[in-house]
């Protein structure tokens, strides 16, 4: 069973415009959570990343928000650029786990 | 450059075949992963190496077979696969197995499997 998922596997927005992408996971014990990008023809580029004693942790144009009661975050990018199209995918980790676990990914398309 | 790479890019073979996949790192970490990553499914981790030695076989056939020589290379062998084994095969590396620093990935063998 998918602990970590990403119900929404595109999304399109308008250059300039908010992307909201968002990822919810089952497991309380994940405390440390991470966004992924990744270009076709690439592997996956580390993002931003938060743990789980932050709500918010934010880096430029790419704020990341963890709502733990939810079992939920999201990935804001403002504004949002063409070179941000690419898929991102969220992951999660336990300190008292062995690995990562990552959703399926949502394909972004910022239109110029 | 991504700091960890992978060869070779694109891979056919056929059921009766054995290849290898290579990966190496010029990040100076400790531990390196081999990922899977099947069309509409989750990165699934297979192996993990901690300073060359393996830490983590995530329930994965014996077809499938990993080597560390040292901590900067990773190689998987492959034999006997079948065509459900075709995906994306993804390197990585980090500091340490600790889950607290991200992944740093390569890009990856496509391996087509006929």
């Known amino acids: 069973d998918q602990q970590v998922k990403q119900n929404s596997p595109s999304l399109s927005v308008q250059e300039g415009r908010i992307s909201i992408l968002n990822c919810d996971y089952t497991?309380?014990?994940?405390?440390?959570f991470l966004w992924y990008k990744k270009y076709p023809a690439e592997g996956p580029t580390f993002l931003i990343s938060?743990?789980?004693?932050?709500d918010k942790n934010e880096d430029g144009r790419f704020t990341v928000f963890l709502n733990k009661s939810a079992k939920h975050l999201s990935l804001h990018i403002v504004p949002s650029q063409p070179g941000d199209s690419a898929v991102y995918f969220c992951?999660?980790?336990?300190?008292?786990?062995?690995?990562?676990?990552f959703g399926t990914g949502t394909s972004l398309t910022v239109i110029p | 450059e991504t700091g960890v790479t992978q060869t070779p890019r694109h891979l056919v073979m056929g059921m009766t075949n054995k290849k290898s996949l290579k990966c190496e790192q010029h990040?100076?970490?400790?531990?390196m992963y081999w990922y899977k990553q099947s069309a509409k499914k989750p990165l699934e981790l297979m192996f993990v190496?901690?300073?060359?030695?393996?830490?983590e076989n995530n329930s994965v056939p014996s077809r499938f077979s990993p080597e560390c020589p040292n901590s900067s290379h990773l190689f998987l062998h492959l034999h006997t696969l079948q065509p459900e084994d075709s995906a994306l095969y993804l390197c990585?590396?980090?500091?340490?197995?600790?889950?607290?620093?991200?992944?740093?990935f390569g890009n990856g063998t496509r391996l087509t499997v006929t």
């Open positions: 990585a590396s980090s500091p340490s197995t600790g889950l607290d620093s991200p992944l740093h």
């Open positions: 497991n309380s014990m994940f405390d440390y």
């Open positions: 938060i743990s789980s004693i932050k």
């Open positions: 992951a999660a980790s336990a300190n008292t786990g062995n690995q990562f676990y």
């Open positions: 990040l100076g970490h400790n531990a």
């Open positions: 190496y901690n300073f060359k030695e393996q830490t």
